[in-house]
């Protein structure tokens, strides 16, 4: 699902260079959910901005969901993201708009026939607990709330990735073990999941492969 | 692609929506604009028309030397005809033109009684070709007309005519310029606008690009807003020029037939109006696909 190979991203040039990733290989199988892990400043957030080309990396080979990321040509970015759903630590969603109609709009955005988004739309608020908030609107919702319709509007589209970028960060313990569930339950229907986080405690929690970042070095790739 | 398009179509009412004051005031200002060039376009059309009826009135008076006796008449005729481009030719004798003079004066006529003898002149009414009766084609006419050993002087009839056409022409200019000044003026304002909702949407366009959105998909809704804004300022100019028109033609079609010559003003041509509408959807649309703003993702 996910191969990286020898990839480094270096942002700016001469006395201001930095490079956020060096010689990064990886290989993420189909089905697999793996915990991307570092300190905040790791290259994490980089490395994921690379997996969904918001960003292209300055050396080395990316392929995702059977896209030649780093040779991607700018009209085909959209095909690519179809395949990925994403959640931010910011859950990002509309203001104007309930939470029904943040998950709806991905589907109306992507073409889907108009007697299908209701019912999708429905199944995923289901699938994250939020099915009686579908008509509350953002700034009703709590963090967790907020993070939960995030999710939802991430797999409306029945991704086959789903990157999760500190999904629980501004979230107490609670909340984010409700996220973690959440997310493995989505993993154990079949999506592919690579989960970021720089909270340390999660990852012996998880139990799952764990890739460390630090300075932007794959420092160890266990489990 | 039918929800594609009714998406697009219900971000772009959003957009009006959330354009608010800017947005309406780039309506108005796309209104002004083609009320301006709506305006100027009937006028010169109008004007276009009484210069062209004029080609079917025009008259040059040849004025004689001397009044040829009857059986030269004739010749004299001839003569002036074979100048070339007349369509038709009538002479007027000295004792018609008198009558002519009587006539005119009403009851004063007995004036002309008392003149020991007849002043006017023997005459021949000239006619020119429809295809040169212009302004150019008439002054050559005259110029040829004048050659003519029995001809004493000519009148030609366009120098009002040149003048008519001269302000046609400049009427024309000034039309084009004040009509380009304010639609480049309605472009940029529907940029604003355009470029403000665009910015209060970053978040939805992120969101967009995320999830897998084209581009076309992310920025057509600007420019339907942007048409749906040219589309309703075209409408409400067409209604501004409507009410002028009806206000104005009473109070000016007594003046027409002595002033240019025109009987009456005609309005826009139902075709000429769709051309004035779809102008005011390509400002609107100029202006939308102009609009800068993205969202990174």
Redesign the interface.
Known sequence: MIRLQHVSMVFGAGPSRVAALSDVSFHIGKGEFVVLTGASGAGKTTLLRLL?R?ESPSEGDIDVAGFDVSALRR?EI???????G?VFQDA?L??GRTVFENVA??L???????RDITPKAFAALKAVGLSARAQAYPHQLSQGEAQRASLA?AIV?SPGLLLADEATGNLDEEMANEILGLVKDIWSRGTTVLFATHQARLVPQLKRRTLRLEGGRLVKDEG | MGILLSFVMNEAMRDLRRAGKIGLAAILLIALSLTALGGFWLLSLNLGRAIDQWGDRVRIIVYLKDEPAAAKVDDVLQRIEAVGGIQRLRYVSKAEALRALKRSLGSQADVADQLPRNPLPASVEVTPDAAIATPEGTRALVGRLATVPDVEEVQGGSQWVDGLAQFRRLFQGVGLVIGAVLAVAAILTVTTATTLVLHLRRDEMEIMRLVGATEHVIRAPRLVQGMAQGLVAAIIALAALEIAYALAVPRLEPLLPVTIGLERVTFLSPLQALALIGAGTLLGALGGLLARGRATA
């Open positions: 969904y918001a009209s959209p095909r690519l993201r179809r395949s990925i994403i990002k509309l203001a709009f991905v109306r955005v992507l073409g889907t026939a108009r509007r589209k």
